[in-house]
């Protein structure tokens, strides 16, 4: 067989080992896994060094076009992802203008979506109050899992997303187990954050940490705890985003033993950012849930190693400047990360605490495919897509904002000095980003409706 494309002498990472391999591609898929592949290719690359790996699969962007372009679009996002060794990503149905919450609106954003994406792509729909009859229609439409607050979600605006009532989010799973959907949660009791953080304002309370505490680990568990028990309750498939404490993961832990279809994933910034950095960081290191303190942290970290975190997204949650210029508790809050999953996560988790790199390779892509249903991805195997990553374990470099591709160039880990670097993310057989070169070529990325 002619080749299109060979990865030569990588440490290739594979669901349960590391191991020395050739990799050979034939359209857009991994066609021969072997010691070493002698026969022709249209390219050959030389992996030397490097670990070889399938590419992120991160559940948790908001891009917020159509409607917010200025904040962040589809080109820059995708192209931000695709740096940062990301190859298929899962949108969130709010920041865009109109929120995703009927079938109209998501198609709007697969208009607005279409040929600018770097890397493939897909979405979520959404629950809020009012809109259970819409549910169906997006399910139809192809979206991934729906997505619903219980916490705050930030804005007033009528054409902007509403967290959920009790009542609604009863309802809405009732539905949403009919239709076999999976709804993704933001867990805080929105109550409480909201009136200690006006506490925290009277008395002139505005530290990194006076925000922490405005938003306590027990109102993150509180709400977990609800969603829980709702979802058991309709026998709604659950899955609760950043999570931020070991106290929520041991609600899950929990619900998990007891049989209940429940899965969790935390973000970068929970790890590798405390409540006592943001005064040095400022806006750009908020975020809800909040970071924790140090001490709180460290068990985060426990649950990580433990294998008790399912995967990892970025919840990246960009906007312009103007809205980060601003006192801490008045500033947007949302960090930009999603160029920074692979490359912050594996210094910090594999080269710093020894984390196994299969174990990585699960967090940051097998386990998200099984979850968010994409067979074809997820894993370096025979017959999966070929979007794979290299990760330079020896190489080490100094975030500037003039790496970033975001539209808006700012992001919480400036100036980090990181321990490893993505140089190489093929999407499907094509290369979509060389660290020589940047982004290559024209967007590839294909949009993955999900068949119902
Ligand atoms: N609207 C929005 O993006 N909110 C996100 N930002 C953040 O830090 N947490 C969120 O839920
Ligand atoms: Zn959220
Ligand atoms: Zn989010």
Not at 107 to 119: Q, R, S, T
Request: net charge negative; glycine share 8%.
């Amino acid at each position: 067989m002619t080749y299109d494309l060979i990865i030569k002498n990588g440490n290739v990472v594979f669901y349960d080992e590391v191991r020395k391999a050739d990799i050979g591609i034939k359209n857009e898929k991994i066609a021969c896994i072997a010691d070493k592949i002698d026969e022709e290719a249209a390219k050959t690359i030389d992996a030397n060094g490097q670990y070889v790996m399938p590419g992120m699969i991160d559940t948790h962007v908001h891009i917020s076009e159509p409607g917010r372009t200025e904040w962040e679009g589809f080109v820059t996002g995708s192209q931000a992802l695709a740096a940062g060794g990301t190859t298929s990503y899962v949108e969130m149905p709010l920041n865009a203008l109109p929120a995703t919450t009927n079938k109209a609106a998501l198609d709007l954003k697969i208009e607005a979506a279409k040929g600018k994406n770097y890397v493939d792509y897909s979405f979520y729909g959404g629950l809020i109050p009012g809109n259970i009859h819409q549910l169906e229609e997006q399910a139809k439409g192809g979206v991934k899992a729906f997505k619903c607050f219980i916490s705050d979600c930030g804005s007033d605006i009528p054409e902007d997303f509403a967290n959920v009532d009790d009542y609604t989010l009863y309802k809405g799973m009732q539905k949403l187990a009919e239709l076999d959907q999976l709804l993704c949660i933001h867990a805080e009791n929105p109550d409480i954050t909201r009136r200690l953080a006006e506490d925290k304002m009277r008395e002139g309370k505005t530290t990194g940490v006076d925000y922490a505490e405005s938003r306590p680990i027990f109102t993150e568990v509180e709400a977990v705890k609800r969603a829980i028990l709702f979802a058991k309750e309709t026998g709604c498939k659950l899955h609760l985003v950043h999570i931020s404490t070991s106290e929520a993961i041991q609600e899950i832990l929990k619900a998990q033993r007891e049989g209940q279809d429940v899965t969790v994933e935390s973000c970068p910034h929970y790890f590798a950012l405390s409540a006592e950095d943001v005064d040095a960081i400022g806006p750009k290191a908020k975020c809800q849930p909040p970071l924790r303190k140090k001490a709180d942290q460290e068990r985060l970290w426990d649950e990580l190693l433990a294998g008790n975190i399912g995967w990892l997204t970025s919840d990246h949650s960009p906007c312009t400047w103007d809205l980060k210029d601003a006192p801490l508790f008045e500033a947007w809050g949302g960090i930009s990360g999603c160029q920074n999953n692979v490359d912050l996560m594996f210094d910090l988790a594999v080269k710093q605490r020894n984390m196994p790199v299969e174990q990585f390779v699960h967090l940051i892509a097998t386990n998200p495919s099984k979850r968010f249903n994409f067979p074809n991805k997820g894993e370096i195997a025979l017959g999966k897509d070929a979007d794979i990553i290299f990760v330079d374990p020896n190489q080490s470099y100094t975030l500037k904002s003039e790496d970033l591709y975001y539209k808006n160039k700012f992001s919480a880990y400036e100036g980090f000095d990181i321990g490893c670097r993505v140089t190489k993310t093929i999407l499907r057989g094509n290369i979509v980003f060389d660290l020589n070169e940047g982004i290559v070529g024209e967007p590839k990325g294909k949009l993955m409706l999900e068949n119902n």
